[in-house]
């Protein structure tokens, strides 16, 4: 007896998370993605066709296989992976879910995927990442890169954002997460401590556009969660008496 999977038809290709390394080709002239577990010996591109790990002669994702893209249906669940220590230089990847693909409760298992955005943390310094920057590891031809602000990028090898989603072509998007503006308004208690100062006077000579860019929205940040302090002191201040009259 043969079980049959209920089919689907949608509309339009399924949207998924998925969590990854970037990696850059050892000439420089390309970039992609490696993942983070089994997959991992098999990079791939912005759009990419997924084959059996197993050299099994079959399209993914085969029933009785595990072969195949994986990604699940939630945002913060592929964040939830970016916790871990072996994955925080990974990136946060939304793909659209293309060709044959299999539904599981938390995601998918398919066969072909568009890389849409790439989303990079931040620096492991806490500022936000401006470029990817050689992680100190790779697979053969491949250069896994790490997100870096402008301040740690130093002599490594890398590339700014805007270039590495170029070299990586297809139109993907990579953007820079905010980095410190979440945590500072979650521990409002523990002042500016919380955010290390990353001032222009540190900044070397010669920043493109980019780094300025995502230098102002480092600044912006710190303004926004300056800004919610002085909004919560007004509360405080005004709360008491509205209630009173
Ligand atoms: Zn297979
Ligand atoms: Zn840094």
Redesign the pocket.
């Known amino acids: 007896m043969r079980l049959r999977l209920p089919t689907e038809h949608p509309a339009e290709p399924p949207t998924g998370y998925k969590i990854a390394h970037p990696v850059l080709s050892q000439d420089g002239a390309r970039a992609g993605f490696t993942g983070v577990s089994l997959g991992g010996a098999l990079p791939y591109g912005v759009v990419s066709d997924a084959s059996c790990l197993y050299g099994r002669r079959h399209r993914p994702p085969a029933r009785l296989c595990d072969c195949g893209f994986h990604c699940v249906h939630d945002r913060a669940a592929a964040e939830a992976l970016l916790c871990t220590a072996e994955h925080r230089g990974a990136v946060l990847l939304e793909v659209t879910v293309l060709g044959a693909y299999i539904r599981f409760e938390h995601g998918f298992r398919y066969a072909r995927q568009r890389v849409r955005t790439a989303t990079v943390g931040p620096?492991?310094?806490g500022?936000p990442a401006v470029a990817l920057a050689d992680a100190g590891w790779g697979r053969p031809g491949r250069l896994a890169l790490a997100a870096?602000?402008a301040?740690?990028v130093r002599g490594r090898t890398s590339v700014t954002l805007t270039a590495f989603a170029r070299l990586a072509g297809e139109g993907l998007r990579v953007v820079a997460a905010p980095a410190v503006a979440p945590a500072a308004s979650a521990t409002a208690a523990a002042p500016a401590s919380a955010s290390p100062t990353v001032g222009a006077a540190a900044l070397p000579d010669g920043l493109g556009v980019p780094e300025l860019v995502a230098e102002a929205a480092l600044l912006q940040a710190r303004l926004d969660w300056f800004q919610s302090q002085l909004a919560r002191l007004g509360e405080h201040g005004t709360g008491g008496t509205a209630g009173r009259d």
């Open positions: 620096c492991g310094c500022a870096a602000c301040g740690c």
